[in-house]
């Protein structure tokens, strides 16, 4: 189903439904204590992927922010990149890759290219520039270090004027940091700028800007700093994805669980929980019920609804990419807080 602008701005309408329903109370067991429930907030739009999702990813034009991308990787291999408004621009062939990362604005061969990342199911990681004129994403030739281990997953580190860094995970429960820069050489030329140990074989990262959060299955979620020092750990979780961003200057972990169907918010810092968000049907938008792969941005998508970043989440229950306004989640996080 593809959305439209106009859906997006109604969609934008329930947002005060939403903070009526934060507002409910919690149910108070026999003991007259509190028990935690989800907080329930609602969908602003979902449309449907040509295949199932493995990965997400946001690529913003700071610019023009109506002209951002959203990015697929389909377990069919290849990708698949869409609009805001959920239409489908051009699927391109080529191998399944496991997660993604990539920037909108990378220095390539004297042009500005959106440039993506991922690994493929030998482990090796793989690189694609999309074609301004056409959004189509073709591969381009990595250095050494590409397939160097064997990698589990990957995500943007950092990046800075002529370079970005990718933390590169792997099965032996470590993680390598490579800085990627355009050198004028046939390949893009990859060196590893660190390499530590991870408590635990990781299969998702997200970057604070100087930690890394790590999750794996059932695994547990984890913030580790450059020195390989486990700083906080959360346990026995079932995680399927990890992103970082900060709401209303609050430093949050969001984790989907294909399990439970709930998005929970932890403090980026500490790790400790901070609310089970259950997103419900919204205008035209059903609820989620197994969210895995999720992604967010703090740039402006356009429009009313997304002005202030929007998250992105693959649901496996209805194959649906679901949308929803980071507003609608900094808005439960503010009523959890204050009840």
Same mark, same amino acid.
């Given at each position: ?97 496991? =997660? ?16 993506? *990342? ?63 820069? &355009? ?25 604070? =800007?100087? &930690? ?13 700093? &450059? ?39 932890? &403090? ?19 609820? *989620? ?51």
């Amino acid at each position: 189903m593809i959305i439209s602008r106009t859906r997006l701005l109604l969609s934008a309408a329930n947002l005060g439904a939403m903070i009526y329903l934060a507002g409910c109370d919690a149910p108070v067991s026999e003991t007259g204590k509190a028990e935690a429930r989800p907080r329930p907030a609602l969908v602003t739009a979902s449309f449907t992927a040509s295949s199932r999702v493995e990965g997400l990813l946001f690529l913003p034009d700071a610019g023009t922010p109506w002209s951002g991308l959203v990015v697929a990787s389909l377990a069919r291999g290849g990708l698949e990149i869409f609009n805001i408004d959920g239409v489908s621009l051009t699927v391109s062939e080529g191998p399944r890759l496991r =997660g993604l990362a990539g920037v909108s604005d990378f220095a390539l061969r004297g042009e500005t290219f959106p440039l993506i *990342f991922g690994v493929d199911e030998t482990g090796a990681l793989r690189g694609y520039a999309i074609i301004p004129q056409t959004r189509e994403a073709v591969e381009i030739p990595l250095g050494s270090h590409a397939d160097a281990i064997p990698a589990t997953g990957v995500c943007l580190y950092s990046d800075g004027i002529g370079y970005i860094e990718l933390a590169i995970l792997s099965k032996s429960a470590q993680v390598r940091i490579l800085r990627v820069r &355009d050198t004028g050489a046939t390949d893009l030329t990859l060196t590893e700028q660190n390499r530590h140990p991870l408590p635990f074989p990781a299969r998702s990262c997200a970057s604070t =800007g100087a &930690d890394l959060l790590v999750t794996g299955p059932s695994a547990g979620l984890a913030r580790v700093n &450059d020195e390989g020092e486990t700083l906080a750990f959360s346990q026995r979780l079932s995680v399927s994805d990890v992103v970082y961003t900060e709401l209303l200057g609050r430093p949050a972990a969001l984790v989907a669980s294909v399990e439970s169907g709930l998005v929970s918010v932890y &403090d980026a810092r500490t790790l400790d929980q901070i609310v089970d968000v259950q997103f419900e049907s919204g205008l035209n938008a059903p609820a *989620f019920e197994r969210p895995s792969t999720i992604a967010i941005t703090e740039v402006n998508y356009g429009g009313m609804a997304f002005s202030s970043g929007v998250m992105a989440v693959y649901d496996e229950a209805d194959a649906q990419i679901k949308l929803v306004a980071r507003e609608v989640i900094s808005r439960v996080v503010v009523e959890e807080k204050a009840s």
